[in-house]
């Protein structure tokens, strides 16, 4: 389960340092993609992105092949380096709003990749009664 909370620069060559925890547990190849919900990107195991769409591909043609052009187009396959670190995209980058410093955060079966400033404001604008409640809701 991919946990903790990491906070790194993208260099000039748009390479950003994946933690080696997180490495471990999601292998040598990655997907990294863009959310479809928030300003962030979504970095997946290649199991786990297969997980991720299986779904869509449950569905008819017509309605699976635009949603899965439309997640494929939009992202990357890439390998850490040796020193840990990813090759991401300019395109990914200016989605997400990154220019330097990048938090990247475990989300249980994939990592968040954040621009610092938005996800300062996330974390700053979470309402904690909110997000109890929907916690209890949920069985917590």
């Not at 991919?2 to 997180?22: C, M, Q, Y």
């Not at 997980?51 to 899965?68: N, T, W």
């Not at 439309?70 to 990813?86: C, E, F, M, W």
């Not at 090759?87 to 410093?101: R, V």
């Amino acid at each position: 389960m991919l946990t903790g909370e990491f906070r790194h620069s993208v260099d000039a060559k748009n390479r950003l340092f994946i933690p080696a925890k997180h490495r471990e547990e999601l292998g040598e190849e990655l997907i990294v993609a863009r959310d479809i919900r928030a300003q962030v990107l979504k970095v997946f195991s290649l199991e786990g992105w297969n997980d991720y769409i299986a779904p869509i591909k449950q569905q008819e043609r017509r309605v699976a092949e635009p949603a899965l052009r439309y997640l494929h187009r939009n992202a990357a396959k890439v390998t850490p380096d040796s020193q840990g670190r990813i090759l991401l995209p300019q395109a990914l980058l200016d989605f997400a709003g990154i220019e330097k410093n990048a938090v990247v955060v475990g989300n249980c079966d994939c990592v968040e990749i954040w621009a610092e400033a938005l996800y300062e404001a996330e974390i700053e604008n979470e309402d904690r009664d909110e997000l109890r409640a929907k916690l209890e809701l949920l069985g917590l």
